[in-house]
């Protein structure tokens, strides 16, 4: 089995794929990231928002407490690419990083933090506080718009993966990854007789275990038992490869091994290393917990770019 970062140039996407399983995918945008000298064209007072033009022809939206004037320059980073007919969104509260360190623009009286886990480096972290700095003053300086400095999410991905081969690829000619769409195209998915179901909304996700297909020889409660733990990993699989975030709700077939189902399903969360909070079961038996978002879910991109 094959273990390999993938990048489609031509459609802008990069990813994992582990033990021939895509693992997650994302797309890149040019602009993500960027940090940039933008020029105020636009306000709403009343909600303290801007309209921003960042590159020419291009205009990113941005909510702040400080109060800018048409014409001001501003300093930040497009931290969401445009979608949906919304405009990109930008923010003052810039990000820099390094293998080791990291930096926000605010608060001014924080220097750079080690990462957890890495190597302490004087020169990365005068590096950042110096880069810092030096952005902050270009807020005076013309012209603008300006791109100040350039991120890529790509770069980055790969350059944190340094165990795995990089192979150039087509996402529409390579079979694990259609075979991945096929699965995100349904909201149903067979893993031998059980289904799940998934149904995405805007800020909750709900998982329906059916067993409606599968039969067994043993007693009620131990065959729902292991119908349960058996669709665990393709639970947690698909909780990743979707990239979803925010709450989730599941409705397992009943149990009485609680405790049980939760400590392995703990074990399935964390082997796919996503970052969660178990809340358990609620009195009517669903099992519900939050994750930490990661940017929009991938079914919702891949509709979005018309490939589901």
Do not use: C, W
């Amino acid at each position: 089995m094959k273990s390999y970062i993938f990048v489609d140039k031509e459609n802008k996407a990069y990813g994992k794929i582990i033990d021939d399983k895509l693992l997650e995918m994302f797309f890149y945008n040019e602009d993500l990231g960027n940090i940039y000298r933008a020029k105020v064209v636009n306000k709403i007072d009343a909600i303290n928002a801007y309209f921003l033009e960042y590159e020419t022809g291009k205009e990113a939206f941005l909510k702040s407490s400080k109060k800018f004037s048409i014409g001001d320059s501003v300093i930040g980073e497009i931290v969401r690419e445009a979608s949906n007919n919304k405009l990109a969104l930008f923010s003052v509260n810039f990000k820099l990083e390094t293998d080791n360190y990291e930096i926000y623009r605010f608060p001014r009286a924080k220097k750079a933090i080690l990462k957890e886990g890495k190597t302490k480096s004087k020169k990365e972290y005068k590096y950042l506080n110096d880069l810092r700095d030096k952005l902050e003053k270009e807020e005076n300086f013309k012209p603008t718009p300006k791109l100040l400095f350039e991120k890529n999410s790509k770069d980055l991905y790969i350059k944190n993966q340094k165990d795995l081969e990089v192979v150039e690829i087509s996402i529409f000619q390579d079979s694990i990854i259609n075979d991945a769409f096929k699965n995100l195209k349904n909201n149903k998915i067979y893993y031998g007789h059980v289904s799940l179901i998934f149904d995405e909304l805007e800020t909750l996700t709900v998982i329906d275990v059916n067993s409606s297909k599968a039969k067994g020889s043993q007693k009620q409660n131990d065959f729902f038992d292991k119908v349960n733990k058996n669709i665990l990993e393709p639970i947690a699989y698909n909780l990743k490869l979707r990239n979803i975030g925010g709450m989730v709700i599941i409705d397992f077939l009943r149990t009485e091994n609680k405790e049980s189902l939760e400590e392995d399903f703990k074990k399935q969360l964390d082997h796919y290393g996503l970052v969660y909070q178990i809340y358990g079961f609620t009195n009517m038996g669903l099992f519900e917990l939050s994750l930490k978002r990661k940017g929009e879910s991938l079914t919702r991109l891949l509709k979005e770019k018309n490939i589901l």
